[in-house]
């Protein structure tokens, strides 16, 4: 199936895949080297891993590509018109400065950003796009806008709790997911998260504050990404979920914003922007 609908491009833009070897890496170079809209220009990893110096393709176990795992990402960005990062945070800091020299899209899926690694990216967003989400699939990006609606129509009686599963590998919590959704509750009851979030509850917790939004997260097996916020009140309850199966939905995503980012100036955008969902 195509990763993009109603696009015209004349040339495909030539794109760089940082942490090549990775889930989402892999599952990104597959649907690239599938894809009428991008072509793989770049695979980088870091230092030391064992595929830098073999093709993308064979290390994947397939037939090869014709683009070399590399750690030399001076070299492979300045040749991208498009760099996709799904890595670490301290990594995507580096790449978004390496992007921003090269003018080309990031387009940056890594979670577990804190306040310094943002700063960084502002920064680089000054030269060039920069797309940013932490969930890139088009289902959790609607979920995202029903949040803020129920949120904004119910009052403080109803409880906000948002709870996640992911896999065992997972090294982030709250899930950058978790987050978005928390952020639209919030914004739906006119507030700042950082004033309402309950990150975790051990021990005598004392009753639940009015109006809070507490996050759980379960780690465990391969999940791939669950998500549920419930709006929890006396005698009733509303839960929206989120359910995703396969991590092509965040590729996809990803891949769909590197091209529509081909003709937009500098600046921070997310997957909102670019599906259309803004208001
Ligand atoms: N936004 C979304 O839709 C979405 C979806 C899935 C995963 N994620 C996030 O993407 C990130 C990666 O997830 P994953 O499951 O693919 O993890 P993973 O551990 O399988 O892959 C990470 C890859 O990054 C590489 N890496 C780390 N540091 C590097 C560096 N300095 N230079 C080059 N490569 C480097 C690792 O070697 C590895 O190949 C996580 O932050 C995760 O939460 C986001
Ligand atoms: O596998 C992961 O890691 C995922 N990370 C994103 C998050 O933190 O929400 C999206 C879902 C998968």
């Given at each position: 199936m195509?990763?993009?609908?109603n696009?015209?491009q ?24 599938d894809s ?9 990893d870091?230092a ?9 393709g064979?290390?994947?176990?397939g037939a090869p590509a ?9 070299t492979a960005?300045?040749?991208?018109q ?7 945070p301290?990594?995507t800091?580096a790449?978004a400065e ?7 899209v990031h ?19 000054r030269?060039?796009?920069?797309i ?6 088009l ?8 949040t ?9 009686d109803w409880?906000?709790?948002v709870?996640?599963?992911h896999?065992?590998h997972?090294?982030?919590a709250p ?12 914004q739906?009851?006119g ?5 309402l979030?309950v990150?975790?509850?051990d021990?005598?917790?004392g ?6 939004i ?9 999940v ?15 839960v929206?979920?989120?359910?995703a199966?396969d991590r092509?939905i965040?590729?996809r995503?990803?891949?769909r914003a590197a ?10 955008y997310?997957?909102?922007d670019?599906l259309g969902l803004?208001g």
């Open positions: 195509s990763d993009l609908q696009t015209d004349p040339q495909r833009p030539g794109v760089v895949v940082t942490g090549a070897s990775g889930r989402m890496g892999q599952m990104l170079i597959r649907l690239i080297l009428d809209h991008l072509r793989l220009v770049g695979a980088l870091r030391g891993h064992d595929w830098i110096g073999q093709d993308i064979t290390a994947m176990g014709g683009v070399t795992v590399s750690d030399d990402a001076v960005i300045a040749q991208a498009a760099v996709i990062d799904f890595t670490s301290d990594a800091v790449f390496l992007t921003a020299q090269a003018r080309a387009v940056i899926g890594t979670t577990g950003l804190e306040q310094r690694h943002l700063d960084a990216l502002a920064a680089a967003a030269h060039a796009p920069i940013r989400a932490g969930n890139m699939s289902g959790v990006n609607l979920l995202v806008g029903l803020r609606k129920v949120a904004a129509a119910l009052g403080t409880d906000i709790e709870v996640e599963s896999h065992r997972k090294v982030d899930s950058g997911t978790a987050l978005m959704l928390g952020e639209a509750a919030a739906g009851r507030a700042a998260l950082d004033d979030r990150p975790v509850r021990g005598i917790t009753a639940r504050a009015p109006g809070s507490g996050f759980s997260a379960i780690r465990g097996g391969d791939v990404g669950e998500h549920d916020v419930i709006f929890a009140a006396d005698g009733e309850r509303i929206l979920r989120h359910l199966t092509a965040f590729a995503g990803a891949i091209v529509w980012g081909q003709d937009k100036g500098p600046g921070q997310d997957m909102m670019v803004q």
